[in-house]
């Protein structure tokens, strides 16, 4: 079996540095579809350098991931198909706003290998310090097709009951035609997202949008809708992948408040409001 959850496990922890800047941050926010209307004062704090601010998903990018996903991918233990590859799930925990630049130590290692029966997940998880102390924890969940089935342990569940009623805001954002394109500038060159001919060996009729591009859109439109434009209120953001996103499509996004929440569901208008995010929660100050 490709995957020795043991040796996997057991791996010491991968450590290197990473560092982004303002140009980094504007070109993240621009992948994820801000600047709309371009000079719209909102839009202007994700893309003008004199009153940026860092949505928290940048986390998932910073450095260009480092030291990532792919790279989990070729930790000790691991060895698989990338076309068999399918981002499952993202929490993300903030532990003080991010910095516009900065520099930090990023530390990933494996922290989970479950056996979900026709497929494999492992949990990828990344710490990040600086000078002053722990900035984030990132824990992403890669499902691995064909991978499951040694009789391991299947892990947590992460789903939550339904959010009850209709819910307090409702938004559609437009995903552009090259938006992954662009978003993959930020890091994630998964050929997945760009090579038509690559998609196909993966099951898919055309390229699809990163999942984490739709992460960020996401998260954007709660912070701007229900958070009054402030990004240093989120606290931990989480979802699960449960469908993809073809570039050119139309997200719906529908948000129910709680007490230091927001519960979050977001389907694609042109495909029946077939759902792309599921079980997402927002926790804020």
């Known amino acids: 079996m490709p995957i020795d959850a043991a040796k996997a496990l057991a791996a010491e922890p991968r450590t290197g540095e990473i560092t982004w800047d303002r140009r980094d ?16 004062p909102d839009e202007l704090r994700y893309t003008l350098e004199s009153r940026l601010h860092v949505l928290p998903s940048f986390a998932t990018v910073a450095g ?8 989990g991918l070729s930790m000790p233990g691991v060895e698989v198909d990338l076309a068999r590859v399918l981002h499952g799930g993202q929490r993300l925990e903030i532990h003080r706003p991010l910095p516009v630049a900065g520099r930090a130590t990023a530390t990933g290692r494996i922290a989970g290998v479950y056996d979900k029966g026709k497929a494999a997940v492992l949990v990828m ?14 824990d992403a969940q890669i499902f691995v097709r064909g991978e499951g089935g040694w009789g391991g342990d299947r ?8 959010p009850v009623g209709d819910p307090d805001k409702e938004v559609e954002r ?9 978003y993959r500038l930020s890091g994630d060159y998964n050929p997945l997202h760009a090579d038509p ?23 954007k439109a709660v912070v701007d809708t229900l958070l009054d434009g402030d990004v240093a209120r989120v606290r931990c953001y989480a979802t ?13 996004i ?9 519960r979050v569901a977001v389907s694609a208008v042109q495909r029946d409001d077939a759902p792309v995010l599921a079980d997402t929660i927002v926790e804020h100050s």
């Open 240 to 252: 699960r992948f449960a469908g993809v996103v073809f570039p050119g499509e139309t997200l719906r």
């Open 174 to 182: 437009a995903v552009r035609e090259d938006q992954a394109l662009l």
């Open 25 to 40: 941050v504007q070109l993240y926010h621009l992948g994820i579809g801000a600047g709309v209307p371009a000079t719209d």
């Open 125 to 138: 998880r990344t710490e990040v310090a600086d000078a002053d102390g722990p900035l984030w924890t990132n």
């Open 254 to 262: 529908r948000m129910w408040r709680g007490e230091g929440t927001v």
């Open 155 to 162: 892990g947590p569940s992460a789903r939550l009951d339904p």
């Open 197 to 219: 001919e690559f998609a196909k060996s993966a099951g898919f009729d055309r390229p699809i949008l990163h999942g984490l591009c739709t992460y960020g859109i996401t998260l």
């Open 64 to 71: 260009s991931g480092s030291p990532g996903v792919i790279s």
